[in-house]
């Protein structure tokens, strides 16, 4: 569903200068509280930033940020 949005708002043909956005996402794990969830969101945010911008990133609970083109087909982080 990211990707989807992601590439909707990049391909859509407003005036003026182009548009793109950068998602970060995560999941919730047992234990988690809101601010868990906003703290990694945030970083894989920052992340897509970073990388390029017009990106979606990914961080595990483990901290670990990947890109959601790295991610195995048919993991449900889109």
């Known amino acids: 569903m ?6 909707d708002v990049a391909g859509a043909e407003l005036p003026g200068a182009s548009v793109t956005i950068s998602i970060g996402l995560t999941s919730y794990h047992p ?14 945010l920052y992340c897509a930033k970073q990388g390029g911008r017009n990106r979606i990133e990914v961080m ?3 901290r670990a940020v ?3 083109a ?3 087909e048919g993991e449900d982080a889109r």
Not at 2 to 7: D, H, I, N, T, V
Not at 31 to 44: C, E, K, T, Y
């Open 2 to 7: 990211a990707e989807r949005l992601r590439s």
């Open 31 to 44: 234990g988690d509280v809101a601010r868990d969830l906003l703290i990694r969101a945030d970083r894989a």
């Open 60 to 62: 595990t609970a483990e």
């Open 66 to 68: 990947v890109p959601v």
């Open 70 to 72: 790295d991610m195995a």
